[in-house]
């Protein structure tokens, strides 16, 4: 697990798109797993900027979206197909066609659950799956307490979520309480992982997921199984992380890697 720390969201933001529009560059024919919230958006917008500024081309790529809740149609501005709409697709070259976002008023939640592992297997699989974090510790609507094997499935929102997700509907009576998710197990299978957290509220979670057991009861901390997954922290969300000098020094390591400059070897 890589570790970055950057000083602001701004600038962690940056980082991250720079990592997503790597991919693109390198394998145009790809398939990114996206997050909704408030955490990607400042993402989201280097992304749109780099497609009008620097030729950035999406018309390629497919997308997979973690959840979608239950019985929101796509033009409610609380649904994520119309949050993934306003604040990315309509601004990039992206297929329509090629996003995908759960379907909250399936009639059979199970039997879609299938159809949508089916066609993100059909799809070659997520190469790169981007998440947020919830102050409890949950990546995509896996609340505590979800399987660490789980697939796509309906799940009932715990209480932390609605109240963190009430600031979007204007009350925790207006959130809906079921959500259609990505499963833990599911989010596993992406080659690669980007979780980005910003501010102090998230930093138990944080260093939780990192630096903790893994356990059901953060589901985020599922990811320390995976074999490469990349956090992309401000300072404040990394503000508990008891070997934040290691990190420091890896991301130190990484970063001479990458422009060819080890000071040992040409020290010897």
């Not at 933001?13 to 919230?37: E, Y």
């Not at 009576?173 to 910003?198: Q, W, Y």
């Not at 300072?235 to 070997?243: D, I, M, S």
Request: hydrophobic share 40%; with cysteine; glycine share 8%.
């Amino acid at each position: 697990m890589r570790v970055i720390i950057e000083s602001t969201p701004e600038a962690a933001s940056r980082r991250a798109a720079q990592m997503v529009a790597r991919l693109v560059r390198q394998k145009p024919v790809c398939t990114l797993g996206l997050a909704t919230g408030g955490t990607p958006l400042k993402l989201y917008s280097e992304l749109i900027r780099m497609h009008q500024e620097e030729g950035l081309d999406f018309s390629r790529v497919t997308t997979f979206n973690l959840d979608e809740y239950v019985g929101l149609p796509p033009s409610h501005e609380q649904s994520y197909r119309y949050f993934m709409q306003k604040n990315l697709f309509d601004h990039i070259n992206v297929d329509v066609r090629n996003t995908n976002v759960p379907d909250g008023r399936a009639l059979d939640f199970e039997k879609y659950g299938e159809r949508y592992e089916q066609m993100i297997a059909d799809a070659g699989g997520i190469e790169l799956q981007v998440l947020g974090i919830g102050t409890d510790g949950h990546i995509a609507f896996n609340e505590p307490g979800s399987s660490l094997g789980s697939r796509t499935r309906l799940k009932t929102l715990a209480p932390e979520t609605v109240r963190d997700n009430a600031r979007f509907f204007g009350s925790e009576k207006a959130v809906p309480r079921l959500a259609i998710t990505m499963g833990v197990g599911t989010i596993l299978e992406s080659r690669r992982c980007l979780l980005l957290a910003f501010g102090e509220n998230k930093a138990d979670a944080i260093a939780a997921t990192i630096e903790g057991p893994v356990t059901a009861q953060v589901t985020a901390s599922a990811l320390q199984l995976h074999r490469e997954v990349v956090m992309v922290l401000d300072e404040a969300a990394a503000a508990k992380l008891a070997r934040r000098e290691y990190y420091d020094e890896v991301e130190s390591a990484h970063r001479m890697l990458e422009t060819g400059k080890l000071p040992w070897i040409e020290e010897a």
